[in-house]
Structure formats: C-alpha cells, structure tokens
C-alpha cells in the first residue's frame, strides 16, 4: 500500500520564511516511509523555471527533491498560480511529472489532486491574468530575459497576482467547489484535494469528499495519505 505525502502552499521566500525548515522535513520524508510526494503548487511565493531566477532557496529545495527521487520516492509537482515554465526546463530531472492534477490511490481510497486556482470562472480577472502569464509569448520573454531584471518582473508578477479581483478571494467559493467535486469525482474519484486556499475544510458532496489543504506556510505540516496518528 502507497505512502503518499503531501505539501501544499509553502510560499517560501514569503510568509513561509526560508526553504530550510521544509528541506530537513523533504529529507526525512524516505525514512518515514514515503512511496510518492504531491507538491500541490505554490511552493514559492513565485518559481520561474529558468536559471536566471533561481535564489539560494529554489536551489536548496530542488536538490532536496532529486535526493528524494534518487532514494526511490515519486515526486509529482501540480502547479500553481506562482509557478511558471517549470515543466522540460532546467528543473525537469527532480520532479517524475509536472502537471495539472494528480489521480492516485492510497489506502484504498481514489484521490484527485488539484490546486484549485482555476476553479472559479466567474474570476474572469484572474483567469485573462493567468492565460497571458502562462502563455508562450511570457515563456520566450522570460526565458530571454537578462538576469540583472528577473528579480524585478518576478516581483512585479507577485503584486499583479496580489491584485487580481479580491472579491473572490475572501472566502472559500464553496458552491463553485461543490459543483466542480461532483462533476469531477464522477470520473471515478473518491475525494477531490485541493490547495491554494490556505485554510483547511472538509466537507461532504454527491459522490465523495472534498479536502482543502492548510497552508505549510501556516500549518508547517506534511500532510500523509493514508492519514497517519494525530492527522484528519
């Protein structure tokens, strides 16, 4: 039966401090027993996958993940909204995927794996925001873009995503969950995963279980599956 660990919203160089704390626990993750890592995005306050934006921390934290897959542990990466181009870039040898969503089974129970930024479409803002930054026009510019300016554009993304209609971002969208649950679990899923919106809930739909993750900024917790002594 698979171990499956997952870290949801670190935020590193952020609220979530330094990478150092979540390395030591990314280490320990083999003699815990762990068979697979769920990174469910947003591991930094934001990750450009190329060289010239590497800091110390994405550094520290990328040999951390190809330690782990050289002692036999999967290591999948759902983006998030503060990721961008990891995927086939320098970074590709320490994740087994970098995808979307993750559908895996653990103690018996289907679980999908979601971030969950793109879930409200009514964000119509955030979404116009996350289509032209993702895009590859923003991929050619930030791959050729010098590095004395990284620093400043991946500063500049932040506060654009900091301002990115607000009103959808004070509370948990529960119906629009909801709905998106249902629909998704009917594909064979026992319970939808979801990050991004930092603050842990549960809850009962038609067909299954939707869980929010907390934070790591916040609950500094790797979360297992299936649940271990003292986790939900």
Do not use: C
């Not at 289907?110 to 409200?120: K, P």
């Not at 791959?143 to 620093?151: E, V």
């Amino acid at each position: 039966m698979p171990n499956v660990a997952l870290i949801a919203d670190a935020h590193l160089g952020g609220p979530g401090g330094e990478a150092a704390p979540l390395v030591a626990q990314l280490d320990a993750l083999p003699e815990q027993g762990a068979d697979q890592l769920v990174l469910m995005g947003d591991l930094f306050q934001g990750w450009v996958g190329f060289r010239h934006f590497e800091t110390p921390a994405i550094a520290e934290f990328v040999a951390a993940l190809r330690r782990l897959r050289a002692a036999g542990v999967r290591v999948d990466y759902i983006e998030g909204n503060r990721d961008f181009f990891l995927a086939g870039g320098p970074y590709a040898d320490a994740f087994d995927a970098v995808v979307h969503e993750v559908a895996f089974e653990a103690g018996g129970v289907r679980y999908l794996a979601v971030h969950g930024d793109g879930l409200d479409r009514r964000d119509w803002q955030y979404h116009f925001w996350r289509r032209a930054s993702k895009s590859a026009p923003s991929r050619f510019l930030f791959k050729h873009l010098p590095g004395r300016f990284a620093r400043r554009v991946v500063d500049s993304t932040e506060r654009g995503l900091a301002r990115t209609n607000q009103r959808h971002k004070r509370v948990i969208p529960e119906a629009v969950i909801r709905d998106y649950a249902e629909r998704r679990l009917a594909e064979g899923h026992d319970v939808l995963v979801l990050g991004h919106f930092h603050e842990e809930r549960r809850w009962q739909v038609e067909g299954g279980e939707v869980w929010v993750l907390d934070a790591w900024f916040d609950s500094r917790r790797v979360e297992w599956l299936p649940p271990r002594e003292g986790t939900a």
